[in-house]
């Protein structure tokens, strides 16, 4: 079973249009992290929040870390098709040198 | 700045086979290093991982192997492929300490026939 739980699986919107991806867990995390992905490719970190609460903007990005930092959410403003890629969320915990991934939610942008 | 290296880009080998994947970190020192299996447009699934040299942890039991010869070279082996071996792998290294963030080489496409 996925300790992180990414929902929704698949989402296709026009250009322009806002979109919201979910990362939920009953677990506590330390930080968690959001990955891009692109075909034939490795992720590329987007972003690390490590603070319950804590909201990062990254130009049209906004992450969202839970107060009780078991959950997150990243919202794209007016998506681009350059905003195409599977989107990855990754929790980490104290003393562990693992990161735990959820299973990904492939993002599509059309023109 | 660091780089990480990761070959072949593809490969695709024959049932029964034995296989060698290679990964190589530059610009750090003592790096955690992990390999991930990814199938097509999913999550990723840790395989091994490694805090140091000759220092191997295996999360999924299978019949691949890891080994980590020199501080920033790990390897990925397998003595006999099976047809569910295929899939995307993926490198990655850390700094030490595992709220790090990851970064990921370009991974290898595995085709096994």
């Known amino acids: 079973t996925q300790l992180l739980e990414q929902s929704p699986q698949f989402l296709s919107i026009q250009e322009g249009e806002n979109l919201t991806v979910y990362c939920n867990s009953s677990s506590v995390f330390s930080s968690l992290q959001w990955y891009r992905q692109e075909p034939g490719e490795g992720p590329v970190l987007l972003v690390t929040v490590v603070t319950g609460g804590e909201v990062k903007k990254l130009k049209r990005l906004t992450f969202q870390f839970g107060d009780a930092r078991k959950d997150s959410s990243l919202h794209i403003t007016a998506a681009q098709p350059g905003d195409t890629g599977l989107y990855l969320c990754a929790g980490a915990r104290s003393n562990d040198y693992k990161l735990s991934f959820g299973a990904g939610t492939t993002v599509t942008v059309r023109a | 700045s660091q780089t990480i290296h990761q070959w072949p880009a593809t490969l695709v080998q024959p049932v029964g086979s034995p296989l060698s994947l290679e990964c190589t970190v530059e610009g750090t020192s003592n790096p955690n290093l992990y390999w991930y299996r990814q199938a097509a447009g999913r999550g990723l699934q840790l395989l091994f991982y490694?805090?140091?040299?000759?220092?191997i942890s295996s999360e999924v039991p299978q019949n691949l192997s890891a080994s980590r010869p020199q501080d920033r070279q790990f390897i990925l082996s397998s003595k006999k492929l099976l047809l569910s071996d295929s899939g995307f792998y993926l490198c990655a290294w850390s700094l030490l300490g595992g709220t790090q963030p990851q970064h990921f080489g370009d991974g290898t496409r595995l085709s096994i026939l």
């Open positions: 490694s805090v140091g040299i000759g220092q």
